[in-house]
């Protein structure tokens, strides 16, 4: 379990921090909620790293995102990020 609500970090969120996620094994419980918008979180990071957890059968089954995207276009990335296919593995993890 990872409890960032309300730190401030989520807008200093790195490209390594997003690689992490994707490759955390034992992460089950992630909340990244802040209590006002306008964090600068990456909502294609995101999803592919949620989605590169699934495809490496990683243990995240729960995220806080509270006030985390800004509005449904960002949404729309963060759903179409998830679709992970073996070329994005390759493109993010090397071979």
Known sequence: MLNLENTGVR?????DFYIALGESKSLRFL???EASRGSGISS???GRAIGMNAYKKGALRILGLKNGLENV??????IAAMYISQYDHENMYGD
């Open 44 to 46: 294609v990071d995101l």
């Open 73 to 78: 276009t960002q949404y729309e990335q963060f």
């Open 11 to 15: 807008g200093l969120f790195t490209k």
């Open 31 to 33: 909340n990244i909620s």
